[in-house]
Structures are given as C-alpha cells and as structure tokens.
T-cell receptor
C-alpha cells in the first residue's frame, strides 16, 4: 500500500462542513483511496472509496486531485456523532490486506 | 443481517491462561480478518483468511498466537499462554471479494490479562 499522511487532529463546528485531507503522493495507478472511521470503542466503519473520479454517498464526498497525490473527505454537515478517528488508506482493492495508519482525530463541537 | 459477531465482548484472565476469541463473519463473505488495537500501536492486522485459508499471518506476534477458520461461518483466535502485554481490543472483520476492501467490523473483544 502507498503511504498516506493525515493531520493528527482537526476540529469542526457542528453543522459546518468537515474537510479531512490526506496526502498519498506515491500512490500507484491501480490503488484506490479508502476512507474508514472509528467512533470511540467501536470497530472501524467503511465510509467511501474512489480511484480517480470524485465520489459521493449518503455519508460523505470524496474529492481526489487530478494527479491523485491527495484527496479530501468531506462531511457536508458535521454532527457530534461524527466525532471519530478517520483513516485514509491506499489499496489496490484486490482482496488483499488492509493496513490502517494513525488517522485524523476529528472533534465536532457545539 | 446481524453483522460480524464477536464473543466474548469482554474477557479478563490471568497471565498464563489460555484465551479463545470467537468470530462469526457476515454470511456470504469470503474473507475474514483479525486485528488488534492498543493505544501504543494502533490498529494492527494479525492475520487474514480468504475462503477459509490463511493468506497472511505475518502480523501474528509470536507462536503463542494461533488462528483457525474451520468453515466459512466461524473463526477463532487463540492465545496460549496469555501475557499482560496481550491486553488489547481484538477486532474481527469480514468482506466479500467483489466489494474490494469494504470491510465490516465486529464490536471487538476487550481482553485484559492480569
């Protein structure tokens, strides 16, 4: 898996958009960008993934730069329940192992 | 579907005892993963299976740890003998090959070795 770099922590006001960056400058052409989150004391939860195009689902949007060296996970209207550690992972998505880094701890405040 | 089911939810044992953690993956999923999480080391992959066959066990810390998957609906992670440094939360996860790396995690087993 390509190395990913994320800020250790971020704050966001409730109701505002949370934009979580991830750098993956050495990502290869066949590696997807996956995002997971882990709410305190729970197992990680899949959020979204993408290869080249921007993606959106009911949880979040994923914006990948044209050169694919970085991406941003967007939670459009953050709530207190979005407080969690967010992990960005680069992986080929071919039934291989998934390795988690240290992630970004997002704190959503009133 | 009930999701990935792990048992027990909490386990407290004494050093030297055998510990067995259990996992039931989501029906129809082809892969199963065991992870361990501590404050110091974060979330570490211990081992994963594809179609009940162990594919990569390079994360298993030492011979005291063993994992089995006798069938598609059940897996165990055994620690014998247990040591205080094994205290951690152990997560099991499963996925379908066709869904790429979309893993579904269980609620974890909080293990405390005294």
């Amino acid at each position: 898996d390509a190395k990913t770099t994320q800020p250790p922590s971020m704050d966001c006001a409730e109701g505002r958009a949370a934009n979580l960056p991830c750098n993956h400058s050495t990502i290869s052409g066949n590696e997807y960008v996956y995002w997971y989150r882990q709410i305190h004391s729970q197992g990680p939860q899949y959020i979204i993934h993408g290869l080249k195009n921007n993606e959106t689902n009911e949880m979040a949007s994923l914006i990948i730069t044209e050169d694919r060296k970085s991406s941003t996970l967007i939670l459009p209207h953050a709530t207190l329940r979005d407080t969690a550690v967010y992990y960005c992972i680069a992986n080929t998505g071919t039934a291989s192992k998934l390795t988690f880094g240290t992630g970004t701890r997002l704190q959503v405040t009133l | 579907d009930a999701g990935v089911i792990q048992s027990p939810r909490h386990e407290v044992t004494e050093m030297g005892q055998e510990v067995t953690l259990r996992c039931k993956p989501i029906s129809g999923h082809n892969s199963l993963f065991w992870y361990r999480q501590t404050m110091m080391r974060g979330l570490e992959l211990l081992i994963y299976f594809n179609n009940n066959v162990p594919i990569d066990d390079s994360g298993m810390p030492e011979d005291r740890f063993s994992a089995k998957m006798p069938n598609a609906s059940f897996s165990t992670l055994k620690i014998q003998p247990s040591e205080p440094r094994d205290s951690a939360v152990y997560f099991c996860a499963s996925r379908q090959f066709t869904s790429g790396e979309k893993l579904f995690f269980g609620s974890g087993t909080q293990l405390s070795v005294l």
